[in-house]
């Protein structure tokens, strides 16, 4: 009975660092869990955006300012695929896979 209570206890939430260095997002491509947090930590000297592209999922959009040096973050609630982006800079764009 300890066993399985154990094998069934939730993995605890982690935080996902993405720098975003010279107009990129490091690491553009990351795997999380729901309930985890993504952080972005803008190193250029303007601000930038982590805004995802998904229109029609309600329910995984988010638009998060980052100032110039300065972090934004977001915790993920629903499974699935998400692709982001710069507002300021389309050219800029990320991709988080989502698992339950």
Not at 4 to 19: F, G, N, V
Not at 29 to 42: K, L, P
Not at 65 to 86: F, K, M, Q, S, W
């Amino acid at each position: 009975l300890g066993f399985a209570a154990l094998a069934a206890a939730p993995a605890a939430a982690e935080t996902i660092q993405i720098k975003v260095v010279d107009m990129v997002f490091t690491p553009a491509r990351v795997s999380a869990h729901v309930g985890d947090t993504i952080e972005w930590v803008n190193g250029d000297f303007v601000a930038h955006t982590a805004t995802s592209r998904d229109k029609a999922a309600t329910d995984r959009k988010w638009d998060v300012v980052l100032p110039a040096n300065g972090r934004g973050r977001v915790t993920l609630e629903h499974a699935g695929t998400i692709d982001y982006c710069c507002r300021f800079h389309p050219n800029m764009v990320g991709h988080i896979s989502v698992a339950r």
